[in-house]
């Protein structure tokens, strides 16, 4: 039975702890508020794959809206903007090192940049948290005004940090539930933007209950609110997750390949035989006629196989007949003496044929091409991956067919992470299939955040993902986002599944961002309306 005096001690205890909290996170001055703002930004990291901490935002964000509303100087906006550039810096700063991995594995060209990356990379995508911060301070005041302000700020912000100068979308803050199956079903309905920004309005919710100007708030109802988000969440998923595994399509059966090479060594002449070799024995392990579709990953042949008739012949002597491949290739197009090159996936038939090629169309800036060539070569800036040329741009995203397979979007790397991009308009696939080398991701966190991003996806669409990582983790996905089956990191080997068959198509398959900026319209104007009211 609830005891409304033993209920009041707790909630005054808990308003007492914000309080305290409060005051002396507004009272810090100068470098010790951005320090403290890097400080909390760098343990965000720890609400993504592959540690899933989601409880550290409900820590590191309202410390965010305490710091902000110490900012009492002429110019608020200026000082805010500081601080929420600070914490951004320490959120990119951790959540996204392993970008740094890349610059080392040809150390003698790109470990200069180093210093370089680690400062401008996380610096100017904090610039985003700083532009949310800024705008919020300009309508700051007691209560709920400056959470719903400052949640619909960073919504914002996030969505353009996954469209503008080509986006990155990486670690959007709905991405702390891809380790919760059940917790990310909603992505189905508004997408991981939508996601995002509930989750966004859950963590700073109890910031409402200490005031701007640090006294303790008469609100009690945002705690219940948040938890209530939180559970409304739980319970989307718990009754949209079947409790039986979806079925297998019929007649299909994968065989992924994982060769496991390190990047340092996958382009070393001495090794080019070892590494093709590889391929070709873990493919012809035992139960390959039992397989219609082999997988290997992002340019997993080491020279350009479609120039070379002998790979292709070597391929048509391994496969069965009714056996097809699908690889990541280097392709190059020629005309006269100007030559393009690709990053492609190709599928190959049993008999050697290739049979359909698709080209990444949206390509990693420093990695696959080099901006403003003319300006940052002559400085010996060069692009990441191997050549002198940057990769030329496909035409976009597709739908392919193969003999003996349903149609499937094709997808190489990183393609995987730009929601409503990744199925051509009019022509939905079957399932999506995505290769990848996230060897160049580092040993541990962007591989596992790279899978819990496919996941998500997987679940905006309804359709099954297939991934063939280098190194892994390669995995089979059903279309609610439940890895069904995979092969883990730095394991060589291979992954023998069935293919899930795809749902009907979901609300956001439909609807792309529409609710979502329904959501942020409706946000804008709560806050919008409680700041008037505060005044």
Known sequence: MANPVLDGFRRLEISSRLTGAADWLRALRGWRRRAIAVALGAVSALAYAPFYIWPIFFLSFPALVFLID?????RPWLEAALVGWAFGFGYFLIGLHWVGFAFVVDADRHAWLLPFVALLFPGGLALFFGLAAGLARLKWSNGCARVALLAAS???????????????????????????????QTASLYGIYGLSLVTLVAVLLPAAMVNADGKASRLRWPLPASAGILLALFVFGWVRLPSAAVPDVDGVALRIVQPNVPQGEKWKPELLERNWKLLIDLTREPGLETRTLVLWPEAAPPFFLLEEPAGLEVIAQVLPDKVSLVTGVVRIERNGEARRYFNSMAAITGDGRAVGVYDKAHLVPFGEYLPLYQLLEPLGVTKITGGSEGYSTGAGVRTMTIPGTPSFGPLICYEVIFPGEVVEPGKRPAWLMTLTDDS???????????????????????????RAAS???????DPFGRVT???????TGILDAALPVELAPTVYSFVGDAIFFVLLLALTVVGLFFYRSAQ
């Open 485 to 491: 089956a995979s092969l883990g990191l730095d394991k």
């Open 154 to 184: 960073l919504c914002a912000v996030e969505w353009l940090r996954g469209h503008i100068l080509t986006g990155f979308p990486w670690n959007l803050p709905g991405y702390t539930w891809s380790g919760f199956d059940a917790m990310f």
């Open 70 to 74: 110490g900012t009492r100087s002429r």
């Open 440 to 466: 160049w991701f580092g040993p541990w966190t962007g591989p596992y955040q790279h899978l819990g991003i496919a996941k998500v996806r997987a679940a905006e669409e309804g359709l099954p993902i297939v």
């Open 471 to 477: 190194t892994g983790v390669s995995a089979v996905i």
